[in-house]
């Protein structure tokens, strides 16, 4: 939009943003300086913004649906979206801005150029957010395909499957075997609108090469992105090997508190895209935010925001301890007579372990360990022996990792997937996903590591002494 041809008293506005805006992208600047953890504690919530909200020293929540202005030149400027403001909730909010900042400083961290992000009510509505855009169907000839890790959550697989292959005709094109670089390659053409793979996916665990898949999808100007969920940006920054959106579900362990459901995405500016308008490929988290976002209304509560926000603060930290704790977890499950097999990318014999060696590292571990240290978080999983049955005997003998469906929690907690997250997808889709009958998932909290497994060690003793485990014999 030209701004000269706005009134004058819209123009003093305008110009009034532009000076905002510059003192904004300088306060960014300096906060891009700072450690991880700095920016996990402040975001870009600093003192001229505490002096202008009563002097308030935590980011403020703002919970008024709508912002009241000046006057209508104001309005106009605002509205037009010239000038920063935030207008309506549904649109923009103060609080979830300061989320929105603190995220893209941390997706962006170690990497040269900008980064922006969109906050979400949901992970789904993140995945949506970030995938929905390339699927126009004014582009294209009805031909598009998508290029989609089968080890995905099952939510992101019913959404590309139900409602983009089923219902749309949009072709998914799953990858079996995400490690395997020519499986990728074979698939992606010039009707591929994306590439998206998780990573570590939920609930196997697997692992993929993002730097090598990015260039296959970037040979076709396409996009890669990549589901960062179970990683977090403390372990793992998908922007800085290639991919060009990162998209998470912020409910699990940058929420670990267990307090709010929420999504974002974080995009590097400038991505490649066979389709979509240029402010699309120029800033595609601010474009989401203010036009589809806008019009589709998947916006983060500035309540859940300030939660997230007082979570995110010690992020690296939790997922420096829990990590570790996790690790002896897993070697714990690994020796144990009734476990058949332990997806855990940090065991050495995992098939992933190299990849992830590459790519999972304790966010700035050298100040504190003289050297960087590799995390690879706190999902896991595992199948028992004596099959479906077997599993849930004993995953029903638990009695202090709770059964839920849910993962990143400070909480241990476990899941069957096949009956839970990867119920809806059915046994085909299970098959295309490997999500055996006898998996077991577990999100290992923050407790000592020894209460977690001996609740294990309990649950394993009950089911022993079974017929399961007495037919076995
Ligand atoms: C890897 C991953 N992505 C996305 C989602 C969806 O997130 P939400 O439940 O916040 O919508 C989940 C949920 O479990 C997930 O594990």
Same mark, same amino acid.
Do not use: H, K, P, R
């Given at each position: 939009m030209n701004e000269s041809t706005f009134p004058p008293g819209v123009q003093k506005y305008i110009k009034k943003g532009q000076t905002m805006t510059a003192a904004q992208t300088a306060h960014r600047a300096r906060m891009r300086q700072m450690k991880f953890d700095t920016i996990a504690v402040h975001g870009m919530y600093g003192m001229e913004a505490a002096l202008a909200n009563q002097g308030s020293i935590v980011e403020p929540g703002y919970f008024s649906s709508a912002q009241h202005f000046e006057n209508s030149d104001h309005m106009e400027a605002s509205l037009a979206y010239l000038m920063p403001s935030w207008t309506y909730s549904r649109i923009a909010n103060p609080t979830v801005h300061y989320l929105e900042e603190t995220l893209a400083l941390m997706e962006g961290y170690g990497f040269e150029g900008k980064v922006s992000a969109c906050a979400t009510a949901s992970g789904m509505a993140a995945v949506f957010m970030a995938t929905n855009p390339?699927?126009?169907?004014? =582009? #294209? !000839? #009805?031909r598009a395909n998508i290029v989609v890790s089968a080890k995905c959550y099952g939510g992101t697989f019913m959404l590309f499957q139900e409602r983009y292959q089923a219902e749309r005709g949009i072709e998914v094109r799953w990858v079996r075997h995400a490690l395997d670089l020519d499986e990728w390659d074979s698939l992606i !053409? =010039?009707?591929?609108r994306f590439v998206f793979g998780e990573m570590p996916s939920n609930p196997t665990l697997a692992v993929m090469d993002i730097a090598a898949i990015a260039e296959l999808a970037h040979a076709q100007e396409i996009p890669f992105i990549v589901d960062s969920t179970v990683a977090t940006p403390a372990l793992m920054r998908p922007l800085n090997h290639g991919a060009d959106i990162v998209v998470h579900s912020v409910s699990k362990s940058m929420a670990t508190s267990g307090f709010a459901i929420a999504g974002a995405l974080a995009a590097r500016h400038d991505i490649p895209s066979q389709v979509g308008p240029p402010e699309m490929r120029a800033n595609f988290a601010l474009y989401v935010k203010l036009l589809p976002a806008r019009d589709f209304g998947p916006g983060m509560s500035p309540f859940t925001a300030l939660m997230v926000l007082n979570d995110l603060r010690a992020l690296r930290h939790r997922m420096d301890y829990i990590s570790r704790n996790t690790m002896q977890v897993a070697d714990y499950l690994a020796q144990h007579p009734l476990v058949e097999s332990v997806r855990y990318p940090g065991l050495e014999n995992d098939e992933g372990y190299a990849i992830a060696r590459k790519y999972m590292w304790l966010v700035d571990s050298e100040d504190e360990y003289g050297t960087a240290v590799n995390r690879y978080g706190h999902l896991m999983a595992f199948t028992v022996k004596g099959g479906a049955a077997a599993a849930r005997q004993m995953f029903d003998q638990l009695q202090m990792i709770w059964r839920a469906t849910d993962l990143g929690r400070i909480k241990s907690v476990a899941t069957i997937p096949a009956i839970s997250t990867h119920q809806q997808q059915g046994e085909t889709g299970r098959d295309l996903a490997q999500v055996p009958l006898n998996l077991v998932r577990l999100n290992v909290g923050g407790e000592h590591p020894a209460d977690v497994i001996a609740d294990l060690e309990q649950a394993f003793t009950a089911v022993r002494h079974t017929s399961v485990f007495a037919l076995q014999k």
């Open positions: 390339f699927l126009t169907t004014a =582009e #294209g !000839d #009805g !053409d =010039e009707n591929t």
